[in-house]
């Protein structure tokens, strides 16, 4: 669909997602506001994330064999996927969908394209980060996947190498190897079975991230509005012609929707149904006393489904978990502590400071589509864009999407097709 270029583009939302779509615009010289209701950027979802950007890991969660792992989990504080009873009425088709995308063929097939997708993101993220110097806390030395089966580490890596068909490079190494790459683990030597590294996957700090995207985005001439709620978009003659804020309206010809789990309410009263469901996750970031012992890698632990990641000289965060129970951002005590439990358990040096007290506790909502594959272009409201529904790949994906989007609004050709991604599909 070839698109007039828009005079003025209005971004809704200040996560990691929305401050790249702005920075991809600015940079191609539109006029560009970024609307955020929060009074920073990356308030909610981006504020306190798993901070990986792992392509390789793009695969999207309704894995074949998922639902019976939710059923046995029902009620299990302990499970890394829990499915509150209360949700079950308002998945409805959202949840349907979810189970039909677990066949094999439907799940390949999606995970190849989000990690097309994400592949492409990295490069786009390493040439900002180089044109911006950008600083975010960030690791550059890959990410370790860590094992304590062997069957179950085997399995992995032929699952990974039929998954990957080549797009990126994987490294199973022994538990020797493990333990040269990353010392912290020495305490657990004797429980590993090995693992598996992703020379090219990186980390950071999302929230650093995104606010740096949106001073960049800003100097390029985009409008920054935080502490701004957005109540419509306001659609006449068929088109796009403004967005209507809690601090008047701002006239705008194009329209990005990239907030995420509140992407399906903005998009709802235009007739337009965006399958995006709120998954809780949780995270809690330390400062650490001891830094010696702190892992140096990103590292995912199998056996209990949590990542922990290393931010700068004294900084540990600790996140995972999957929480499918609406919209509620509460911080259940019991599945934080399952969180901590297991950190403690792979990293028993730190034991005595991965504790709730010492904790900087926090819990967001990812947005889930029901192939586990991002929203990506144009409606067919003409004007209104999506970028949203990256569930827990947002970092990973957020600065190919959107240079894609951008590229679309402007009509200009894709590098990667966004045909699989299209908001109605």
């Given at each position: 669909m070839?698109?007039?270029r ?5 971004v ?6 929305g ?17 955020e209701?929060?009074?920073?950027a ?8 798993g901070?990986g ?8 969660w309704?894995?074949?064999?998922l ?7 029902l009620?299990r ?6 499915l509150?009873?209360?949700a079950?009425?308002?998945?409805g ?23 097309r ?6 490069e ?5 980060r180089?044109?911006y ?10 990410s ?6 062997r ?6 890596v032929q ?10 490079v994987?490294e ?17 030597r004797?429980?590993?079975?090995g693992?598996?590294?992703f020379?090219d996957h ?5 929230r ?17 509005m ?12 068929g088109?796009?012609q ?55 890698l ?6 209990r ?10 900084g ?10 609406g919209?509620?951002?509460?911080i ?10 297991g950190?403690r ?9 991965l ?12 947005p ?8 990506l272009?144009?409606t067919?409201v ?14 990973t994906?957020?600065c ?12 200009e ?8 991604f299209?908001p109605g599909?």
């Open positions: 070839s698109t007039p828009p005079e003025h583009v209005v809704i939302g200040g996560g990691v997602v401050t790249t779509t702005a920075l991809s615009l600015a940079e191609r010289g539109l006029n560009v506001t970024l609307i209701h929060n009074s920073e990356a308030g909610e979802t981006s504020h306190a994330n901070g950007i792992t392509p390789a890991h793009a695969e999207p309704n894995a074949p064999g639902l019976g792992k939710l059923v046995r989990n009620g504080a302990d499970a890394p996927y829990r509150s009873p209360v079950l009425p308002g998945m088709g959202w949840g349907l969908r979810f189970l039909a995308n677990m066949r094999r063929e439907r799940f390949l097939a999606n995970a190849r394209n989000n990690i997708l994400g592949l492409y993101s990295l786009c993220l390493r040439r900002w180089e044109r110097d950008m600083k975010y806390r960030q690791t550059l030395s890959g370790m996947q860590v094992y304590f089966s069957e179950l580490m085997a399995e992995s699952f990974r190498r039929e998954l990957l068909q080549g797009q990126a994987i199973p190494i022994g538990v020797d190897e493990v333990i040269a790459r990353e010392p912290a683990l020495a305490p657990v004797r429980e590993l079975a693992a598996i590294v020379p990186e980390s950071g700090d999302a650093q991230f995104s606010q740096i995207a949106a001073e960049q985005a800003a100097a390029l001439g985009a409008n920054l935080f502490g701004t709620a957005v109540k419509s978009i306001r659609v006449d003659g088109r796009v403004g967005v209507v804020t809690d601090h008047g309206e701002i006239q705008a010809d194009a329209c990005v929707i990239a907030a995420g789990p509140q992407s399906p309410g903005l998009a709802r009263p235009l007739g337009l149904r965006l399958p995006i469901y709120p998954v809780r996750g949780y995270s809690a970031t330390f400062e650490v006393d001891r830094s010696e012992v702190l892992p140096t990103p590292m995912l632990d199998t056996a489904r949590f990542v922990t990641l290393r931010l700068g000289e004294r540990l965060r600790v996140a995972g978990l999957a929480d499918f129970a919209h509620s951002r509460r259940v005590p019991r599945r934080l502590e399952c969180l901590l439990a950190a358990r792979l990293l028993p040096e730190l034991a005595d400071e504790v709730t007290e010492k904790a900087e506790v926090w819990a967001g909502l990812r889930v589509t029901p192939d586990g594959m991002p929203l272009g144009e067919r003409p004007g209104v864009f999506i970028n949203a529904g990256h569930g827990p790949m947002g970092w994906m957020a190919g999407s959107a240079d894609l989007v951008a590229a679309r609004i402007l009509g050709p894709a590098a990667v097709s966004l045909k699989e299209e599909r």
